[in-house]
């Protein structure tokens, strides 16, 4: 069986950024590669957006960028902007096609459908396939959205609806978000904080067919592309191992209250990078313990208080942007998670450090 010096265990999008990320720094010049990916083509299966707080190797994967955003409950809406950092939406099936020509063109590294057709013993590994305990007291978000193209212009492409809470909540978390791409192509997608075991949210099509149908009033759409998925409101788990590294979700690359992941998955894939000549010994990667402890609390008065949820995040928004924005992508400092702390309902923060 073969030996490698690296094994990327999954090649998604945190097996691939790192590949790709040692790839371009000429560190498999001289060092071998296996990526482990059990699926049999690859093609585009989600969207990654995100605001651009940093920079990433992916701008040429960008399908659009907004700097204006809203955020509505039944009844009010905020306008925003973003100028500093846009918002802006991966297209998977070109992230993936630019990474493997990269790396096909490198005989060191190689593809196996099974971890099985390799020898791991001297190997460091790198493991992006989640452990989950089977605990159904855990939240997830899931969420179903489509691309969605129309005969006419009908969208505003200049902005994008980052929640609207003018929905069915059946006593859970539920917003729609909807991304215009041009003036007629756009992503509707619903998506719900809540249970996994929990199927009572699962009608996606009906729900998505019914906003578009009869909120954003829009009748002559034909849908060219779905994606489903959810992201686990919860760390994976993530036992220290000697040669083995946990990347993407299963290394906790989550924020945990927003679900944000890509520009995590990229920070961790620097790091790595910059640290592989001593990858052994280098301090673990995390996303500060602060916003660890911030999400926690956040969490607990969402699964104890579903209902107060769009008032809070509505609220949040009162903040100015630029500092919710630095917030939410795990950026800011002192001073600005103090102003946004200070615009939640505070017994209901206190109550919660103590449930
Ligand atoms: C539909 C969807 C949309 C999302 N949208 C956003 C977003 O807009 N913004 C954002 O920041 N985050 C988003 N996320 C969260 C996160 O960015 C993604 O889940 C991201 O793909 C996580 O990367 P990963 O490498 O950890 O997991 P994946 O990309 O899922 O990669 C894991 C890989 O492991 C492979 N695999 C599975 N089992 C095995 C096995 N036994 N052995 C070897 N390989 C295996 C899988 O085939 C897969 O390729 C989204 C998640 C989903 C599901």
């Not at 083509?41 to 920079?55: A, I, L």
């Not at 996994?196 to 060219?224: P, W």
């Not at 995390?286 to 509505?314: A, C, G, N, W």
Request: hydrophobic share 35%; net charge neutral.
């Amino acid at each position: 069986m073969k030996e490698f010096d690296y094994v990327i265990i999954g090649g998604g999008c945190a097996g691939l950024s790192l590949a790709y990320e040692l790839e371009i720094h000429e560190k498999l010049k001289d060092k071998t590669l296996a990526i482990i990916e059990p699926r049999d083509e690859y093609k585009k299966d989600k969207t990654w957006s995100f605001w651009g707080v940093t920079s990433h190797n992916f701008d040429d994967c960008v399908k659009k960028k907004w700097e204006n955003f809203s955020i509505n409950i039944p009844d009010k809406t905020n306008y925003l902007q973003c100028k500093n950092s846009p918002y802006q939406s991966i297209d998977s099936g070109l992230f993936y096609e630019k990474i493997n020509n990269i790396l096909n063109e490198n005989k060191n590294i190689s593809f196996f459908k099974d971890i099985s057709q390799i020898d791991l013993k001297d190997a460091f590994v790198f493991n992006s396939v989640p452990s989950i305990k089977k605990d159904h007291r855990n939240l997830w978000q899931h969420f179903c959205g489509v691309e969605i193209e129309t005969k006419s212009n009908f969208f505003d492409d200049e902005i994008f609806n980052l929640m609207d809470f003018d929905c069915d909540q059946r006593e859970s978390v539920h917003f729609f978000y909807t991304l215009p791409y041009s003036k007629n192509t756009a992503l509707v997608e619903t998506t719900w904080l809540s249970k996994m075991n929990d199927n009572s949210q699962k009608d996606y099509d009906k729900q998505i067919k019914d906003y578009i149908e009869n909120h954003l009033n829009l009748k002559d759409y034909k849908i060219i592309y779905r994606e489903e998925g959810a992201i686990p409101l919860f760390y994976p788990i993530d036992k220290h191992e000697k040669n083995k590294i946990n990347i993407g979700t299963a290394g906790g690359m989550t924020r945990l209250s927003t679900g944000y992941t890509f520009l995590n998955i990229q920070d961790h894939s620097r790091y790595i990078r910059e640290n592989i000549e001593n990858i052994s010994n280098v301090k673990k990667y995390k996303i500060s313990t602060k916003y660890q402890f911030l999400d926690e609390i956040f969490l607990r008065v969402l699964e104890k208080h579903p209902e107060k949820m769009s008032d809070i995040f509505f609220k949040m928004f009162k903040a100015s942007p630029k500092t919710v924005i630095k917030f939410l992508s795990n950026k800011s400092n002192f001073f600005e998670d103090l102003s946004i702390i200070l615009r939640m309902p505070k017994l209901t923060f206190i109550k919660a450090l103590f449930y």
